[in-house]
């Protein structure tokens, strides 16, 4: 009865079997695990939700983008971080997975290929599957940090190849897109008529400012159609708000062309509701303080994890250039199911392994960067004094 679009089992993994299965029995799990900003005691400014309870219109007015005055606010923002977008060319989405959904309606037809990195968010498989679009993944390489294996990529590359998607910081490699990167890949797109799609939801959270950033230009540059991916969900720390945006950049007659699509997707839906239009100039607002105190929580969080990670001579924390998760490399003497079961069994904390996000081999941990500093450093201890006496990588 129903579509390949949807999963053919709703069977949960053996790692969410067994957690649920202790918590049922009372036990208190240590979970490393936890992005969501909003559960993890950021402070937030005082009254900061107030600001919905503003003026909003009586009459609905539906603008398939946006409000202006919203989409303005977007635009202001992408100018904080150094970015010239003229507001026509931004639109409003219920959130950022939303926003991926609608470009794969305006760029691809069943059976159509996008190129996603691996390692990467699993969510992206999903929502291409979802829209009834194959995702061919492209290599992260990590050579004392991560990059992009151009080659690779290009042997992706088919005639049903539609889009490239660029994570940039990456979650959870934490990893920025170069410049020359970046270049090559605007080349490619440019050459083939692909679509570049830059999800740049984590970037407020760049943790080394001093690397070479390659995703800044690319809204300015004329040669290749490109659609930055951003939201409140990570800028202001607020999912629950459920606004994020889409900005084009590119040849200005593809940008057209796309925009005039767009807003027909946008139009069927008009997912995004008034009062966190009207209230978004503030969310924006009072931003700068809840990315400053996340950043704080990362940089001590990250602090912590070097300490700690010293104490187990088997394992290694990976670099972190931005974004809210690391990566613990550790030696694979059992599978990294295993490992993370065994954690979980004998120390009661919950991490990650690396192939949810489909790391090329084992293995990894993924541990999030956001939680409470008792929390994450309890959770270190326990996990390293675990892994202390494993030998070698
Ligand atoms: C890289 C990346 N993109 C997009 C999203 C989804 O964000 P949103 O809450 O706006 O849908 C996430 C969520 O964690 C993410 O990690």
């Not at 790692?15 to 918590?23: D, N, P, Q």
């Not at 291409?128 to 151009?150: M, N, Q």
């Not at 007659?253 to 807003?263: F, M, S």
């Amino acid at each position: 009865m129903f579509s390949r679009r949807v999963p053919p089992t709703l069977t949960p993994n053996r790692l969410a079997l067994r957690v649920a299965e202790l918590r049922s029995r009372g036990v208190s799990i240590l979970d490393l695990t936890s992005t969501n900003p909003t559960a993890v005691d950021i402070p937030y400014p005082p009254r900061l939700l107030d600001s919905l309870a503003g003026p909003v219109p009586q009459t609905y007015s539906p603008q398939p983008f946006g409000l202006a005055e919203a989409r303005r606010a977007v635009a202001a923002d992408y100018r904080r971080r150094g970015v010239d977008v003229p507001v026509e060319r931004i639109a409003l989405t219920a959130s950022t997975s939303e926003a991926y959904a609608f470009l794969f309606k305006l760029l691809c037809n069943a059976g159509d290929e996008v190129l996603v990195p691996q390692p990467s968010y699993p969510i992206l498989e999903h929502l291409t599957v979802l829209e009834a679009v194959t995702a061919v993944s492209y290599p992260l390489v990590y050579t004392g940090r991560w990059h992009i294996d151009l080659t690779a990529l290009e042997q992706c590359l088919t005639p049903r190849t539609r889009a490239i998607v660029v994570v940039s910081p990456n979650n959870p490699t934490g990893s920025l897109l170069c410049s020359d990167e970046a270049r090559r890949l605007v080349e490619l797109c440019g050459a083939r008529n692909l679509g570049l799609i830059l999800d740049e939801v984590f970037a407020d959270y760049v943790v080394r400012e001093s690397r070479d950033n390659g995703a800044s230009p690319l809204l300015s540059q004329t040669e290749a159609l490109v659609f930055s991916l951003g939201g409140l969900s990570k800028t202001v720390g607020l999912p629950q708000l459920k606004l994020a945006w889409l900005a084009l950049g590119g040849p200005p007659n593809l940008v057209d062309a796309a925009l005039a699509r767009l807003e027909v997707i946008c139009d069927a839906y008009l997912s995004v509701g008034t009062a966190v239009q009207c209230a978004a100039s503030r969310f924006f607002a009072e931003g700068g303080a809840v990315r400053d105190a996340i950043r704080d929580r990362v940089q001590r969080n990250l602090k912590t994890l070097r300490l700690r990670v010293a104490e187990a001579p088997a394992c290694n924390a990976l670099p972190v250039e931005g974004g809210w998760s690391a990566v613990v490399r550790v030696a694979a003497t059992r599978s990294e199911e295993t490992l993370v079961l065994e954690l979980l069994e004998g120390q009661h904390v919950l991490v990650h392994p690396g192939f949810f996000y489909d790391f090329t081999h084992e293995a990894f941990f993924v541990m999030s960067l956001l939680l409470r500093e008792q929390v994450f450093e309890e959770g270190c201890v326990r996990l390293f004094r675990s892994l202390r006496g494993t030998r070698s990588l």
